[in-house]
């Protein structure tokens, strides 16, 4: 995710980055702004139509679809905003529940305890790591640091990791139980934290899992598609050869809204405006790091 001044700095109006929807639409601009040229063209070089226009109602049934248009786009964007913030609410969450059950932890363990320290340690951040991979459905292979643990033991990443590295923890949690080492009332107090671990898997899975409905997706952008087609017929009359920029900025501002409806639609991605999983779990692990 690309960090920036919020400030309304005015420079940022001229910068051109890689998530700036004008590159991936700029041919398809070129294209439309072609395909006005030939229609004004057309009407008004070849069949002379500028002075009698045959499409007299076309402005007036391009104003009322722009304002149709323009809703479905505003719930598509706010649909897709609502996804992207819940992902993010959701990592924060992730991120207290690590440091609650790392001060907890380091409560409860006894000083001198360097063993099970250090298991915890290095269990609690790589269960955020191992979310990240799952999310963003890469191959998975978890490394805590470049040395090796070999007290920590081997998944299976053609698993679901985030479960099998829970389930190692709760049989710690359970074994430090049975060896006297946390009290049943501990046990109870560090289970509440424990359950979030996978509440908050669960829902980024429902979120990662449950797209948009394709019906609706789909009718947005033939709705784009039509509008585009048929504007430079409303145009052409009243705008004449000026009407080619003005489809082309027209489609600019349509189509990018429904690209940046689709980019965070889906928080857990490598997009340049997805949340920046792997640096909150590097802090998750650094904050546990310092507390234990």
Not at 141 to 146: G, N
Not at 204 to 224: A, M, V
Not at 237 to 261: D, M, Q
């Amino acid at each position: 995710m690309f960090a920036y001044n919020t400030r309304g700095n005015i420079t940022n109006i001229f910068e051109f980055r890689k998530g700036d929807t004008i590159r991936r639409l700029l041919p398809y601009i070129v294209l439309v702004c072609a395909y006005t040229a030939l229609v004004d063209f057309v009407m008004i070089g070849l069949l002379g139509l500028h002075e009698e226009p045959p499409f007299k109602g076309m402005i007036t049934l391009h104003t009322l679809l722009g304002a149709v248009i323009s809703l479905l786009l505003v719930f598509r964007t706010n649909t897709a905003y609502d996804r992207w913030w819940e992902g993010r609410k959701l990592w924060g969450s992730l991120v207290n529940n690590s440091r609650n059950l790392a001060v907890k932890m380091n409560a409860m363990l006894p000083a001198d305890d360097a063993k099970n320290r250090s298991f915890f340690k290095k269990i609690i951040p790589l269960f955020a790591h191992a979310l990240h991979r799952h999310l963003a459905a890469e191959t998975t292979r978890l490394e805590l640091d470049e040395y090796p643990h070999p007290e920590m033991p081997d998944f299976d990443h053609t698993k679901h990791v985030p479960n099998q590295v829970a389930a190692v923890m709760a049989t710690k949690l359970n074994l430090l139980y049975k060896e006297g080492v946390l009290t049943g009332e501990q046990s109870i107090i560090l289970n509440s934290e424990f359950q979030s671990f996978l509440d908050v898997c669960g829902a980024c899975e429902r979120i990662k899992n449950t797209p948009i409905p394709y019906s609706y997706s789909t009718f947005i952008k033939k709705f784009i598609f039509l509008y585009i087609v048929t504007l430079p017929f409303g145009l052409v009359f009243t705008l004449t050869y000026l009407s080619i920029p003005i489809v082309g900025i027209v489609f600019y501002v349509l189509a990018s809204l429904e690209l940046i409806a689709e980019e965070i639609e889906d928080p857990f991605g490598t997009d340049h405006n997805d949340l920046p999983l792997e640096k909150i779990a590097a802090n998750i692990k650094k904050n546990v790091e310092h507390i234990l």
